[in-house]
């Protein structure tokens, strides 16, 4: 690990002027840390926000409002997430082991990098972490790499388990920088790679993430995560898909699905969702539209068995929203 400075930001204006002096934010640092150990990542200046009062987890109105700093623990613990969004404490048990669920911040959680091997082996071509350099995934092991939104520059599947069930859930987030404050679908956060997938993220020099909004609604409290994962414990997903069904008379009335593990940002099945209104909440209407999650997916050589493991994933997903709903 290379040296660095630290300090403690005492207020947002604090941290934000910092920033654009060079220095990075830094929370629970589950995955900066582990980044700067491996050298990955070189920041000379670090930033602890720790101090700054974005912990709060409230209900707004009909909306629940999760601070960037609440931990993940807190927030899926807390009786309101669990009586209004409960498909968020679910992916967020899902996601992590309780240890870093006990350090790892909502904000950060979003804005984790990729978990590519290529990434974080310094002698592999990586052009997140090399502009330019190439992507020794194209050709290597690629079995956990995307099959959706990818480029021939990269296919690093996006790991955040809540990030799935946020954008499913038509999450905003809220951001304070230089020039105020601002606020944006949690979807919109995140880039695709194309020709510059070292830009993950669409934030702005020196914003920081304050809070994570999500709206409520009669599908909210039908709604479930599944994670297909190599083992039971602590791993990233092959494929998750978050769904959450309303149904009114019989008949699907609104319906959201979004998928991780198989896109380079967390992919919302808007095809899907589509082709699902107006029908029977049945395994045959699941399958049927889960058929059209595929469409552009572009396999490589060690991982195609995500074509086959999506659809199933979420009609699985919508079978047991099915059952809440």
Not at 71 to 82: G, K, N, T
Not at 171 to 183: F, N, Q
Request: proline letters at 6%; glycine letters at 8%.
């Amino acid at each position: 690990m290379i040296p660095f400075t630290l300090e403690a930001a005492a207020t947002p204006a604090d941290a934000i002027r910092s920033a654009l002096a060079g220095g990075r934010y830094i929370a629970g640092g589950t995955t900066l840390v582990d980044l700067m150990r491996e050298e990955v990542e070189r920041p000379e200046h670090l930033i602890d926000i720790n101090g700054l009062a974005l912990t709060d987890i409230r209900v707004d109105g009909e909306d629940l409002v999760i601070g960037a700093l609440a931990r993940m623990s807190d927030v899926a613990a807390h009786p309101e997430v669990q009586r209004l969004q409960p498909v968020i404490a679910e992916s967020l048990i899902e996601g992590a082991s309780p240890q870093l669920r006990n350090m790892a911040s909502m904000g950060g959680n979003l804005l984790q990098r990729c978990r590519c091997p290529y990434f974080r082996m310094l002698d592999a071509a990586c052009n997140k972490r090399d502009p330019g350099a190439g992507c020794a995934a194209m050709g290597g092991i690629n079995a956990g790499h995307a099959i959706l939104g990818t480029s021939d520059n990269c296919a690093a599947t996006h790991p955040s388990d809540v990030a799935v069930a946020l954008v499913a859930l038509d999450a905003t987030m809220t951001v304070l920088g230089p020039e105020g404050e601002r606020s944006f679908a949690v979807e919109d956060l995140f880039l695709l790679p194309d020709t510059t997938p070292h830009r993950e993220h669409a934030l702005r020099p020196g914003e920081l993430i304050t809070e994570i909004r999500i709206p409520d609604g009669p599908h909210a409290r039908a709604a479930r995560y599944l994670k297909v994962r190599d083992r039971q414990s602590y791993e990233f997903a092959l494929v998750s898909a978050a769904a959450a069904l309303h149904v009114e008379n019989g008949a699907i009335c609104d319906v959201r699905i979004a998928c991780g593990g198989v896109g380079t940002k967390p992919w919302r099945m808007r095809s899907c969702e589509a082709a699902l209104i107006g029908k029977a909440p049945r395994r045959e209407a699941f399958a049927a539209a889960a058929a059209l999650s595929t469409e552009g997916a572009r396999p490589l050589a060690h991982n195609a068995d995500k074509v086959a493991l999506l659809p199933r994933t979420i009609t699985r997903a919508l079978e047991m929203a099915g059952e809440l709903a």
